[in-house]
């Protein structure tokens, strides 16, 4: 019998950029120089502190660091989500923080302890549902667990977030559900969860008995309101984070990607059952990296610095794109998500940008999967991602137009 694990060591579910890369290996690029703009990993400045905070903390490289974090950046952590989210929401830096390795680390391992805590009837196979598009580790988190992988297609019909009223009538999914992967601001579409959606979410959640895993990892890049957060909506109910943990990291904030340091939040069982998961086949975050990790959430300059740079891109694209490609500015996040079913879809339409423009972009197509009724919802999409200086992205999107309008 095949799998998910199976499927996942035979490496059957490629990447994305593997896929973009193989798709267009046998093409030269249109035009020089050419531009990369499909990678998420930012590019502006990173704060000039984060050496001189290593350094410091040198004597931590010959100590093994605790799976569960220094306190000092548990407590930094802690501090930023009071001033981001208000003072009614405060979590114990104690037992409702869980440093990871970036999101991605604490997304994947997450799904174990999930479907370990919820009791199905024998031979039933648990259900991780996910918003599709996707961010890879979901997959491979409920392939992981040899949980069925749910797809719930975020489209401009229903606001770029899975319609949670649909989810509510799947009766038979929401028994097996062990968790739900949400992402918001969502990648790549930028459509940020406002407090009554996190709230039905969370509803869900909590009536079924899964957890809700929020991704919020694009929630400090925005060009005016700053997104809701899970935190904020749970903090207000009587059941505080039961049945939520929401994700978050350095690497867009504050354009350290390299860093790998990130954290998930909220329940203080589950986490705690997460961190002895970690203990066991986990890695610990470097000492160096966790004392720079609490000086850079202790400080706001560069992160709004960083929302700047972005908006001055968001500009461009609000001049050269106006009125094409269904393009709208994102609530939050630094991706657009262009409407290209009239030239072919999101794959020609990629090989066409590098044959003719030399500008590299991602087809949505290779971000979702075919769901269980035959659609994928990402395959009349590109996605561009706003990385570059913004000099670079003006060239790129004029070059876009030039060769597709």
């Known amino acids: 019998m095949t799998t998910g694990l199976s499927q996942l060591a035979a490496g059957n579910f490629p990447y994305p950029f593997s896929r973009t890369r193989e798709l267009l290996s046998p093409f030269p690029a249109g035009m020089t120089p050419e531009i990369e703009l499909t990678l998420g990993e930012p590019r502006e400045t990173k704060p000039d502190f984060i050496i001189e905070a290593m350094r410091e903390a040198e004597p931590l490289l010959a100590k093994y660091p605790p799976i569960n974090g220094y306190l000092e950046l548990r407590a930094s952590i802690a501090a930023w989500v009071e001033r981001r989210y208000g003072s009614g929401v405060r979590l114990d830096a104690e037992t409702e923080i869980l440093p990871c390795n970036g999101s991605r680390e604490g997304l994947f391992f997450a799904a174990l302890p999930a479907v370990g805590r919820k009791v199905l009837d024998d031979g039933e196979q648990p259900a991780i549902l996910m918003c599709n598009p996707y961010y890879a580790a979901y997959i491979g988190a409920a392939l992981a667990t040899n949980s069925e992988p749910v797809y719930l297609n975020a489209t401009p019909e229903t606001g770029n977030l899975p319609d949670l009223e649909k989810l509510a009538g799947e009766k038979d999914i929401l028994r097996r559900a062990v968790a739900f992967y949400l992402c918001s601001p969502a990648n790549p579409q930028g459509a940020a969860a406002g407090a009554q959606y996190i709230a039905r979410a969370l509803e869900l959640a909590r009536r079924?008995?899964?957890?809700?895993?929020?991704?919020?990892?694009?929630s400090e890049i925005y060009s005016y309101s700053a997104p809701t957060g899970g935190l904020e909506v749970a903090a207000g109910t009587d059941r505080r984070?039961?049945?939520?943990?929401?994700?978050?990291?350095?690497?867009k904030r504050s354009n350290v990607p390299g860093f790998r340091s990130g954290f998930a939040a909220g329940d203080a069982t589950f986490l705690k059952k997460l961190a002895g998961i970690r203990n066991l086949i986990g890695p610990q975050m470097p000492g160096p990296t966790q004392m720079a990790s609490a000086a850079i959430w202790s400080e706001a300059t560069h992160a709004e610095s960083n929302r700047l740079a972005y908006k001055d891109k968001f500009d461009v694209c609000d001049e050269v794109l106006a009125g094409k490609f269904g393009y709208r500015r994102p609530d939050g996040g630094f991706f657009l998500w262009l409407d290209v079913a009239h030239f072919g879809g999101g794959v020609d339409t990629t090989v066409t940008l590098w044959k003719r423009a030399g500008v590299k972009v991602l087809p949505g197509a290779f971000l979702a999967q075919t769901d269980r009724f035959g659609k994928n919802p990402g395959e009349n999409f590109i996605r561009v991602a706003l990385v570059a200086d913004t000099g670079t992205i003006r060239t790129a999107l004029e070059r876009m137009v030039s060769v597709l309008v």
């Not at 984070?241 to 690497?251: A, D, G, K, P, R």
Request: glycine letters at 0%.
């Open 208 to 218: 079924h008995d899964f957890m809700l895993l929020l991704d919020e990892c694009y």
């Open 241 to 251: 984070f039961e049945n939520l943990v929401v994700f978050n990291s350095l690497s």
